[in-house]
């Protein structure tokens, strides 16, 4: 945070995802946007530094709203390139049980810098592994989101159901429920931050209905409840899940989700694709948000979220990259590129348009988080930005700067602000040994892998 006044003045383009005029650009004060500038306009009270935004569309910082950290350790990993959601599970459920504080703190940095080089400002994470030695997952990666300086929702994942059971997780990669919830209570108690501008917070996030048990299920809303937290998990993702659902709970996803208290606007579920009319009605009276995957739904074979009908029905629509076994990537911006080409699939030019998209990528998501405080660029708005500069050979000719983002393909930004500290500048962050980081987690990498 600065004290300072800055004018980031006369950008080349800027979108606010609020329809406000920013055209003249904004002036940030002690971490917040406190003045918008019509075209024309200069700030109202000398400032002490300008930034010359003229080369760049300015966004609000992008907000991710599903990802597994962890799984940057397991990209492209050949025996599972071209399995579907269950058997990619199976196989590499084996693999994650090896992670180990080390490895974990390597993949969480790695996937925090990828987004944050993308224009992400806020990230959740859906952690569910806790092997022996990995109890303190949730506090390891805390420290690496401090390190970046980026805001976080870091959503205490969990698995009870293991393969005794009827659950799909081997036994050894399952939690009593008793710990799970000490755990999570703990969690909320040490970092949940509340209100304006919070850097870390926490939600509760039992893993799949195949992984989990009712109980657990009911026993995190109640917590959640209680502490005023988030919920997350993953829901109608693939049809093998809905098939799980039917057979074991005799129910559809959308109706068991209900049957265990989490058709709400706490809730907020990764994928939720294969829904019906109903469903979708439901889920949008309830107000119950949806992160759209459109790269790991596309891996996956998944199927594609019905975002136009869920917004049309009432429910909130964000963006996430979801884990990196699953997408590879962890790019932000080029995830809005993927939704866009995906949902024209489904739903044709005229009605997915890249302000739509990038609706998504920023106040969608922040919605989806229960935040009002990010993914906008207004006055009293905490001043996280993305600043994309439009000078290379993949931009030369277009016409548009905002389309041109996901049109022409960018893929890093060149500056990002959070919480009005310059965290990105020249497309380099600020303080990270980039190299150095390579050389760790590739070797974390490999060492996971061969046992
Ligand atoms: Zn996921």
């Known amino acids: 945070m600065t004290a300072s006044r800055i004018w980031i003045k006369h950008p080349l383009a800027i979108f606010t995802a609020n329809d406000q005029d920013a055209s003249g650009g904004l002036v940030t004060e002690n971490g917040t946007i406190v003045e918008l500038l019509a075209a024309g306009q200069s700030p109202s009270t000398p400032v002490d530094s300008t930034f010359d935004a003229r080369e760049h569309v300015i966004l609000p910082g992008l907000i991710n709203t599903h990802h597994h950290f962890y799984q940057t350790l397991t990209r492209a990993w050949a025996p599972v390139v071209n399995q579907p959601l269950f058997p990619w599970l199976k196989t590499l459920y084996p693999v994650w049980a090896r992670l180990t504080p080390d490895r974990l703190a390597l993949a969480s940095k790695v996937a925090l810098a990828e987004l944050l080089l993308s224009g992400c400002t806020t990230a959740a994470d859906h952690h569910y592994l806790f092997p022996g030695g990995l109890e303190n997952a949730i506090d390891v990666q805390v420290d690496a989101v401090r390190e970046l300086g980026m805001r976080a929702m870091l959503t205490r994942g ?115 694709i294969h829904f019906n009319d109903d469903e979708i009605e439901r889920l949008g009276a309830a107000g119950t948000g949806i992160c759209h995957c459109p790269s790991s739904n596309m891996r996956l074979a998944s199927g594609i979220c019905p975002t136009v009908a869920l917004e049309a029905a009432g429910a909130p629509v964000g963006l996430g990259v979801d884990g990196s076994a699953s997408n590879d990537a962890s790019n932000l911006i080029l995830e809005a590129r993927q939704a866009l080409y995906i949902q024209r699939l489904r739903y044709g030019a005229e009605q997915i348009t890249p302000e739509r998209v990038l609706g998504w990528t920023t106040r969608g998501s922040a919605h989806l988080l229960g935040r009002d405080d990010v993914g906008e660029l207004a006055v009293g708005k905490q001043a996280d930005l993305a600043l994309f500069k439009l000078d290379e050979l993949r931009f030369s000719g277009s016409h548009d700067p905002v389309s041109a983002l996901l049109l022409c393909g960018a893929d890093r930004a060149d500056r990002v602000m959070v919480g009005g500290r310059w965290r990105v500048i020249d497309g380099q962050v600020e303080g990270l040994d980039i190299a150095g980081l390579i050389a760790d987690h590739s070797q974390a990498a490999r060492e996971l892998i061969a046992g």
Do not use: K
């Open 158 to 272: 969990s698995m009870s159901l293991g393969e005794a059971d009827g659950g799909l997780p081997p036994q050894h990669t399952v939690q009593a429920a008793e710990e799970i919830l000490a755990d999570s209570e703990r969690l909320i108690g040490r970092y949940h931050e509340r209100g304006a501008g919070a850097q870390i917070q926490i939600a509760l996030a039992p893993c799949s209905p195949f992984s989990v048990t009712p109980e657990i299920m009911r026993a995190s809303a109640a917590l959640a409840e209680h502490h005023d937290v988030r919920l997350h998990t993953h829901l109608a993702e693939t049809l093998d899940e809905e098939a799980f659902c039917r057979q074991r709970f005799g129910l559809r996803t959308v109706d068991y989700l209900d049957s265990v208290g989490w058709l709400s606007e706490r809730t907020w579920l990764a994928h939720g």
